[in-house]
Each structure stands twice: as structure tokens, then as C-alpha cells.
T-cell receptor, first 110, second 113 residues
Framework: SQQGEEDPQALSIQEGENATMNCSYKTSINNLQWYRQNSGRGLVHLILIRSNEREKHSGRLRVTLDTSKKSSSLLITASRAADTASYFCAFQGGSEKLVFGKGTKLTVNP | EAQVTQNPRYLITVTGKKLTVTCSQNMNHEYMSWYRQDPGLGLRQIYYSMNVEVTDKGDVPEGYKVSRKEKRNFPLILESPSPNQTSLYFC????????????FGSGTRLTVV
């Protein structure tokens, strides 16, 4: 399967702590994207990192990409209860198609 | 407001009764796609369309049809639904996906009994 794999599948932390989620993939990619999904709702695009980039920041989000290891990580700093959601990585190869991972379910406890 | 609109949000139907889930986007996006989401399996692509009159199969196309007669609309058709098509369905659209990513609809929860 071309699907990405997120790790861990579920993560529970306290408000104020950092949350780190990892994603691995198997093919060559042009970019890797992270999406957020609140329970049962549509996915929302968070951040995109190109294959020639190693790190990218957006607000409290930090994404890294290691193409030699075919892996990426998403760090959410100073987490809030409102960050509770599922987070998906998705990678794009040579077409417009995005292949999604299975997601990490993050719970931030107040 | 830029958005992808799916209808209906919830649908319960019986096996074999043809149904259509509509998807419309107002962003003039060339690319549109349908995904299904199932517990433990993540999002899997059903069909996609690169532009008007251009559609292609994704990873799980069996039992589904699509059409793209207009740029803004991309309906998903289940000719003879079966219980294994019970799922949460998402429509997504994009342009320059490698720059801006996808915009997703709010989802359609389908139950086939």
C-alpha cells in the first residue's frame, strides 16, 4: 500500500505540553502536507513542506522532513484543549493526488 | 466564502437503492476527488478528476461512479449500494495542490442497511 503511516495512533497529553506526531511513507514525494480533522468533520489543511525543505514553521506548528528516512514529524507546541483532533499526513508524488496516512488522534486534557 | 459543499450530510438508505452524493466547489479548482474514511483505514481515494470530462479511478473505485460535466460539480453515484459502502465520505478540491493543498467538504455519513 502507498498509504503513509502515522505514529503514534493515539496521543494524550496535558494542556501546555508539546505534542509530536510522526509520519512515514514509502515513495518519492514532491511535498508532504499535514491536515487536521475535528471529530467527524472535514479535514483542514495546516502546513505543507516541499521535498527540498527540511523544516517549516507556522504559528505553534513545526514540521520537519527527512527524505532520506522518508519521514516527517509535526510538533505542536504549548498545546491547548482546542488542539484536540485527529492529524493526518498526506504526501504528493508526481500528480495532483494526495495519499493520506491513517492519522494520529490527539487528546489535550485541560 | 470559498468552500466545498456536500449534500446530504447524513443519509440512511437500503441495499440496492441508487443514490447520489453531490459535491460543488466555488473556487474554480481543476482537481476534485472523493475519499471514504473508515475506522483504522484512514482516507482512501475513490475517484478523482483532473478537469471537466476527465475522471479516473482511485484506490477503491468498485461500486462507485462519478461524472464531471461542469468544473464546479463532481457527484458520487452509488448505483446499487451495499452495506460495505457504509462510511464517511469526503469530497475535496484543489488547484496547485502542491502549493495550497486540498479544500475538503464537511463530509457525508452514509449508512446502507
Amino acid at each position: 500500500s502507498q498509504q503513509g503511516e502515522e505514529d503514534p495512533q493515539a496521543l494524550s497529553i496535558q494542556e501546555g505540553e508539546n505534542a509530536t506526531m510522526n509520519c512515514s511513507y514509502k515513495t518519492s514525494i514532491n511535498n508532504l502536507q499535514w491536515y487536521r480533522q475535528n471529530s467527524g468533520r472535514g479535514l483542514v489543511h495546516l502546513i505543507l513542506i516541499r521535498s527540498n525543505e527540511r523544516e517549516k514553521h507556522s504559528g505553534r506548528l513545526r514540521v520537519t522532513l527527512d527524505t532520506s528516512k522518508k519521514s516527517s514529524s509535526l510538533l505542536i507546541t504549548a498545546s491547548r484543549a482546542a488542539d484536540t483532533a485527529s492529524y493526518f499526513c498526506a504526501f504528493q508524488g508526481g500528480s495532483e493526488k494526495l495519499v493520506f496516512g491513517k492519522g494520529t488522534k490527539l487528546t489535550v486534557n485541560p | 466564502e470559498a468552500q466545498v459543499t456536500q449534500n446530504p450530510r447524513y443519509l440512511i438508505t437500503v441495499t440496492g437503492k441508487k443514490l447520489t452524493v453531490t459535491c460543488s466547489q466555488n473556487m474554480n479548482h481543476e482537481y476534485m476527488s472523493w475519499y471514504r474514511q473508515d475506522p483504522g483505514l484512514g482516507l482512501r481515494q475513490i475517484y478523482y478528476s483532473m478537469n471537466v470530462e476527465v475522471t479516473d479511478k482511485g484506490d477503491v473505485p468498485e461500486g462507485y461512479k462519478v461524472s464531471r460535466k461542469e468544473k464546479r460539480n463532481f457527484p458520487l453515484i452509488l448505483e446499487s449500494p451495499s452495506p460495505n459502502q457504509t462510511s464517511l465520505y469526503f469530497c475535496a478540491s484543489g488547484s496547485d495542490v502542491g502549493v495550497y493543498g486540498y479544500t475538503f467538504g464537511s463530509g457525508t455519513r452514509l449508512t446502507v442497511v
